[in-house]
C-alpha cells in the first residue's frame, strides 16, 4: 500500500477508523477479521469503541 509505505519512510503515524464494520466483527468475536485489513493498511493508530478487545488481540499476536 503507498500510504502505508510513504507513512514509514517519513515516521508517520497512521490512524484507521475501525468504528462500524470493524467494531461490530470483534462484538462477533471475529477480532482478527477486523484488526488484520487496519494492520495490512499501515495501521499504528486504530480508533475504536472497543479498545480493550483490540489491545487484546494485539498483544495475543504478539503486535504490542
Known amino acids: 500500500d503507498e500510504t502505508a509505505a510513504a507513512a514509514a519512510v517519513s ?6 477508523n475501525a468504528l462500524g464494520e470493524p467494531d461490530v466483527l470483534i462484538l462477533t468475536g471475529r477480532p482478527g477479521e477486523a484488526i488484520e485489513p487496519l494492520l495490512s493498511h499501515g ?20 503486535r504490542r
Open 43 to 62: 495501521a499504528s493508530i486504530i480508533q475504536t469503541d472497543l479498545p480493550g478487545p483490540v489491545l487484546d488481540y494485539l498483544r495475543q499476536t504478539g
Open 11 to 16: 515516521d508517520s503515524r497512521v490512524w484507521i
